[in-house]
């Protein structure tokens, strides 16, 4: 099919995954990018042989540079914190695939949506952070946004049909419930790291695996649904499905739901998002009922998880609430896998961030990011660092 792919975040999770979609479809990978982890971008580079690669850290590009002299065709290295940007306007993708982890991935999504270019995304953070600014872009310039969060590609599958999707009346957001579902808050005081980390039914990057263990992640999905299938936080019920087989499902007007199964695998609604509209086989294995037997269902309990809770007051809230939210749970992992603070204090940060301001009213790209960095600055502060 020779689609051009830019893999943006190539050496994370869902980008090791994604070029092995990328290998099984025979598609050429336009641009490779990376934050630090110039070994592996290094040997992704010898492989794909991209025309186009970006580092974020300006030193390791610099290191990265002098390993590919002598390369035969050597690909444009940019660096520094614009670098993944900077490759959409530099390479001719067909779809860029953004695979970056926290915030640092707005930027790439908007350039790219702006140049009218198609978005397979998996940066979630994109639209809870900049959600109308990233909406806009779309709507104006013509790219389009195609989910890889799985329970969002699952939505996407579930509305394919145009004369139902009209009459869409709920979403049903599945969640795994994480390594901790069931727990108590006095259980989850002491919890650690290498807990946290030991995820059921998926293996991720670490920040969005803590994301699972505090339900922030589900909270995150419930804005990132919100703004791509524009629905209220109301129309949105979060159902714990322990198996994570259903990965999401709809209720129409008629009472009727339909769901979306698959192994818990990335592959898939990676490669649905870049095929679509249409299915093709790939390395995703199959669904066995026989082995799977039973379903179970249940509630996530927000008294427990309040990152899920704040999540929530924050779609309520509107504005740039949802933007403090995901600031302050970046920074909050982020001390939290430094061992300097404990795992419920990831939800206590994030709920008082959430609660400090009205945070109301419509913002630009640098409101975002004045916002991001006030976020931050609060858990620290809280934190006493
Ligand atoms: P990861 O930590 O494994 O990989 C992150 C990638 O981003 C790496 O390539 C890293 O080098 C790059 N990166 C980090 N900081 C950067 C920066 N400042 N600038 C540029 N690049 C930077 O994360 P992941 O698990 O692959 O998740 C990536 C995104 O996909 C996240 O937004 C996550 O929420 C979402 N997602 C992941 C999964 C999953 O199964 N892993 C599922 C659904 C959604
Ligand atoms: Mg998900």
Known sequence: MGKK???????????????EVVDSQGYSVAALSAGRNIDLLEQQILRY??????????????????????????????AGPDAARNTVGECDADIVLNAIVGIAGLSATLTALSAGTDVALANKESLVAGGSLVMREQA???????????????????LQDPYSAESLSKIILTASGGPFYGKTAAELENMTKREA?????????QKITIDSATLMNKGLELIEAMWLFDMRPEDIEIVVQ????????????????????????????????????????????RLDFEKLKSLSFGRPDEQTFRCLAACKKAAEKGGLAACAANGANE????????????????????????DAESYAGDYQLDDVYACDAA??????????I
């Open 140 to 158: 104006v310039r013509g790219g389009k946004l195609l989910p890889v969060d799985s329970e969002h590609s699952a939505i996407f599958q579930c």
């Open 242 to 285: 322990r198996e994570s087989i259903i990965h999401s499902m709809v209720e129409f007007e008629d009472g009727s739901v339909l769901a979306q199964f698959g192994v818990p695998d990335m592959r898939l609604p990676i490669q649905y998002a870049l095929t679509w509209p249409l299915r093709v086989r790939g390395p995703a294995p």
């Open 197 to 205: 980390l030991a995820h059921p039914n998926w293996s991720m990057g």
């Open 331 to 354: 920074q909050a992992v982020a001390l939290f896998l430094e061992d300097r603070i404990g795992f419920n204090d990831i939800g206590r940060l994030v709920e008082g961030c959430v």
């Open 49 to 78: 042989r991209p025309p186009v690669v970006a580092v974020a850290d300006v030193a390791l590009a610099e290191v990265l540079d002098r390993r590919l002299d002598g390369m035969e065709k050597r690909p444009v290295l940019l």
């Open 5 to 19: 792919i830019a893999i943006l975040g190539s050496t994370g999770s869902i980008g090791r995954q994604a070029l």
């Open 375 to 384: 976020a931050r600055r609060y858990v620290l502060e809280r934190a006493g």
